[in-house]
């Protein structure tokens, strides 16, 4: 059932590639993002001038990463709301709003809850949902799913990735109908998203990089992620990731808050994992290395092909992913943060797939 693997979040992780290609490739046709499965009209998408994407735990890091992109994508403000404070904060959603509620098992209660609290105020709701027939695909004005097939370990891997893609896909869709999306942009992502399946591929050929690193840092207690815009968000994820599977105590902090508090907590041999993915931002990424490892951090790095070399002259250890629009490039980012994670848990002797005090799906509040 494992498929000869020792744990069903490893087999999942390696299930990536594929479960973004059948997520993906029926909604391109002739260079185009089709989306049958959607109801929703053009007029109606002219309408939102609000979107909020609600969601819990890495769902709600998938929310984050869509609000970078949507916003580039849509000019339109998007607010991202952990489910749990959404549905007690009196939010301001009318007929003009888009909710999107993204859930892998679509039974978690919180988001339930947050989406039936959007529909009472007269919002549309899109849900993206992984499990067919669940609670929250039934109720949902519009579902769409990800086609990730069924996820059996606690910690989400091949759900966060389809619920990104499709989230990307979403958002491409949209911005072409409301024009916002100049078309070489269009269609540059779409050609990187129909390539993304073997770049994950040629990541995951890499595993033993990150079982080399896990091996060297497993023994820190406390580790911090930093990364600014999109890695930021991909930093919230590879933290929530270490932290439920090692116990390890891990925060990730938007690079340019350290000075703000953080940089206190930062001693001899602090390990800090820097991403450093985001083109546009990537010279403040590294001057944000350069500032921790002064303090003697040892610095874990991911990066890009095209960074390596730079970040190899001053992080202790880098992983470089392929290059790809920088839409898309947290897909690619996350497998380093994902098999660091497991890897650190294995080190640690910890119950991967089910770990302590977690549940797959959230039923309570
Ligand atoms: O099924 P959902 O996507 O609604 O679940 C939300 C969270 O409970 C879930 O993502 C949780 O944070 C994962 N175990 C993280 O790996």
């Known amino acids: 059932e494992k498929g000869g693997h020792a744990h069903f979040m490893f087999k999942e992780i390696l299930e990536q590639p594929e479960a973004i290609r059948k997520t993906v490739s029926p909604r ?19 309408r939102f001038s609000r979107i909020f994407v609600i969601a819990c ?20 403000p998007v607010e991202v709301c952990l489910a749990s404070e959404f549905r007690y904060s009196d939010p301001l959603v009318d007929e ?18 947050a989406m039936r609290e959007a529909k009472r105020r007269g919002g549309r709701t899109l849900a993206i949902v992984n499990v067919v027939g669940s609670s929250i695909a039934r109720e949902a004005d519009d579902v769409l799913y990800t086609w990730a097939g069924p996820e059996i370990a606690v910690a989400t891997t091949k759900a966060y990735s389809t619920q990104l893609v499709l989230m990307d896909l979403i958002g491409l869709y949209l911005a072409d109908l409301l024009g916002t999306v100049e078309p070489a942009e269009y269609h540059a992502i779409l050609e990187e998203m129909e390539a993304l399946p073997e770049k994950m591929t040629e990541v995951l050929t890499h595993v033993e990089d990150l079982q080399y690193l896990a091996s060297r840092y497993f023994n820190h207690n406390s580790i911090f992620f930093i990364g600014r815009n999109l890695d930021y968000a991909l930093g919230l994820e590879g933290s929530l990731k270490l932290k439920e599977i090692s116990y390890i105590h891990s925060e990730a902090y938007a690079s340019g808050e350290l000075k703000h508090g953080t940089i206190s907590l930062i001693e001899q041999g602090t390990l800090v994992v820097a991403l450093g993915l985001y083109g546009a931002l990537f010279d403040k990424a590294m001057s944000n290395v350069v ?28 992983v470089a992913v392929p290059d790809t629009h920088p839409v898309l490039q947290p897909s690619l980012g996350v497998i380093p943060l994902q098999l660091f994670a497991y890897y650190m848990a294995l080190q640690r002797g910890c119950d991967i797939d089910k770990p302590r005090n977690l549940a797959k ?3 309570v509040e």
Do not use: P
């Open 28 to 46: 391109i046709r002739d260079g185009r993002v089709v989306l049958d499965d959607l109801c929703l009209t053009e007029a109606e998408a002219r």
């Open 57 to 76: 735990g890495s769902s709600y890091h998938v929310g984050i990463v869509s609000k970078y992109n949507w916003e580039r994508l849509l000019r339109r």
């Open 96 to 113: 003009n709003t888009l909710v999107i509620v993204i859930s892998q098992s679509g039974e978690t209660l919180d988001t339930m809850a």
């Open 291 to 318: 500032e921790v490892k002064a303090r003697g951090a040892e610095v874990l790095a991911v990066t890009t092909e095209r960074f390596r070399e730079r970040m190899e002259k001053t992080a202790d250890s880098t």
């Open 361 to 363: 799906s959230v039923t």
